[in-house]
């Protein structure tokens, strides 16, 4: 399965500004997801990113505030725009591997204070 | 709407005892069902799938049980262990709803 390589692994950001995390894979792929664990909450997928294509999103989730670059089929950022504290969740990459089986990046923990 | 649940959301088992985590999802459209492992500080990572044709999948200690009638999925590990302990999420294909994750602790 592909090893997926994501960062930062966690920080701490003021409110108003931006973070954008990376995904790097070490195989090429078609589709990255982003997804979204809010304290107590299951994962929520928030955008699918194809290589040439814009992103999409889900419902909730809009492209001025979660901005997705797709630059090749090995990387993937998402940025996190004019946070605030409900912004404070870890966030996910992950690609499809076989059988279904999806992989996923180590994580982002990110703190909004 | 949540449309894959975890009604437990923790579960405490002995050492060397059966662990059942169960998953109750509401689609009728679903075919495919997952469950992930996800330690502290880490992505969550693959365990096991089981296709809506088949009511039982085993891979080692770890047998995923699915009831169509009832939309019911369990995960069964025996023996548990303790590095077994971590959270498990149950998800369902292909829109990949998660449910709010079961933690797990072995008792040692």
């Known amino acids: 399965s592909a090893v997926i390589s994501q960062k930062p692994s966690r920080d701490i950001c003021q409110r108003g500004t931006s973070l954008t995390i990376q995904c790097q894979v070490d195989s090429q792929v078609t589709m990255m997801f982003w997804y979204r664990q809010q304290p107590g909450q299951s994962l929520t997928l928030i955008a699918t990113?194809?290589?040439?294509?814009?992103?999409?999103?889900e419902s909730g989730f809009v492209i001025d505030k979660f901005p997705i670059s797709r630059p090749n089929l090995t990387f993937s950022t998402l940025t996190v725009s004019n946070m605030s504290p409900e912004d404070s969740s870890i966030y996910l990459c992950?690609?499809?591997?076989?059988?279904?089986?999806?992989?996923f990046g180590s994580g982002t923990r990110l703190t909004v204070v | 709407d949540q449309q894959v649940k975890q009604n437990s959301p923790s579960l405490s088992v002995q050492e060397g005892r059966i662990s059942i985590l169960n998953c109750d999802y509401t689609n009728s459209m679903f075919d495919y069902f997952l469950w992930y492992k996800k330690y502290p500080a880490e992505g969550p990572t693959f365990l096991i799938s089981?296709?809506?044709?088949?009511d039982k999948n085993e891979d080692g200690r770890f047998t995923v049980f699915l009831n169509k009638s009832a939309k019911h999925l369990s995960l069964h590990i025996v023996p548990s262990q303790p590095g077994d302990s971590a959270v498990y999420f149950c998800?369902?294909?292909?829109?990949?709803?998660f449910g709010t994750g079961t933690s797990l602790t072995v008792i040692p």
């Open positions: 089981i296709s809506s044709i088949k």
């Open positions: 990113a194809n290589q040439g294509s814009e992103a999409t999103y």
């Open positions: 998800a369902a294909f292909t829109q990949f709803y």
């Open positions: 992950s690609v499809a591997g076989t059988d279904y089986g999806y992989t």
